[in-house]
């Protein structure tokens, strides 16, 4: 019994010891303000709040002590904000942490490391030039994580869409961000159709009837209530036609490719529509239509 209760106390331990905050949104480039006014965002995905004393958040040189903020613990669900050099970054939102140190626009890898020294997450890890996502002069959009739980990958990071913004800079303009609050790449992961689109392969020749296969998922909605447009292109997604609309979800429709073109050009489109007017897409590899004559 006492070895059943031991392993049940080891196993409780390691799940905790597993739920870590994850590097949730970069301001790598500033703001409209000044460039100079960076900010990074944390977010705790877990159900139970993180004490952050002991961690530490490093970037080229710079080691950031994140035991050294105003207030060390995340909530469960919740945001931990680090505002450069002074707490005007985000004029209207109190950051959890001043610090020093350059996000550079050429772009560099971020690491979160555990009171251990470990590294639990990291941000724009393998980004060979530059950052994953956000935006320099002009837009200063942010680099947002799509998936709070999905790792440190060039499909798990998008621009700030411009629409959901948060805060303020120091001259009171609007953030093309979401400080301390849900990123607009995951508001849109948490409700745009999903869609994947089976065939043809990548080269596959395509000839006479052709039956397109596609899956479409709606994360907040119901799979059956999706309307699904199909489209062709045979310049490689330039210009597309319409192959048919307002479709069932069913997986399936015979495309009668007889009387195109043939050509080594061509891909498929597929959208699936929500009852709320929300449309997500998904495109083909590139294949070639040939029919005799």
């Given at each position: ?10 196993l409780i331990g390691a799940i905790a010891w597993g739920q870590h905050p994850v590097i ?54 919740g945001y931990f904000l680090l505002e450069r050099s002074d707490d005007n970054t985000i ?93 607009s790449a995951t508001i849109a992961y948490e409700t745009i159709p999903r869609v994947e ?97």
């Amino acid at each position: 019994v006492l070895g059943i209760w031991l392993l049940v106390v080891f196993l409780i331990g390691a799940i905790a010891w597993g739920q870590h905050p994850v590097i949730n949104e970069l301001a790598w480039a500033g703001t409209e303000a000044s460039p100079s006014d960076e900010w990074i965002e944390l977010y705790n995905p877990s159900d139970s709040p993180i004490d952050l004393t002991g961690w530490t958040l490093t970037f080229g040189k710079t080691v950031i002590d994140l035991g050294s903020g105003t207030n060390t613990v995340i909530p469960a669900g919740g945001y931990f904000l680090l505002e450069r050099s002074d707490d005007n970054t985000i004029s209207d939102i109190a950051a959890d942490l001043i610090y020093t140190g350059s996000l550079s626009n050429s772009g560099t890898v971020i690491e979160l490391h555990n009171p251990a020294g470990e590294i639990v997450d990291t941000a724009n890890s393998g980004c060979e030039d530059g950052w994953y996502a956000g935006a320099a002069a002009g837009s200063y959009s942010t680099m947002e994580r799509v998936d709070p739980l999905g790792p440190d990958a060039p499909a798990n990071w998008r621009t700030n869409d411009g629409v959901h913004r948060v805060g303020l800079d120091a001259d009171g303009n609007p953030i093309n961000g979401t400080p301390k609050a849900k990123n607009s790449a995951t508001i849109a992961y948490e409700t745009i159709p999903r869609v994947e689109v089976a065939g043809p392969e990548q080269g596959e020749v395509v000839s006479g009837v052709y039956l397109v296969g596609w899956t479409a998922h709606d994360p907040d909605g119901d799979d059956t209530a999706l309307k699904i447009d199909l489209y062709y292109s045979s310049d490689n997604g330039e210009n597309w036609t319409l192959i048919a609309s307002g479709l069932a979800n069913s997986g399936s429709y015979p495309w009668d490719t007889t009387g195109l073109e043939s050509g080594d050009r061509y891909v498929l489109k597929v959208v699936a529509t929500d009852p709320d007017a929300l449309a997500g897409e998904g495109i083909s590899s590139s294949f070639t239509v040939s029919n005799p004559g």
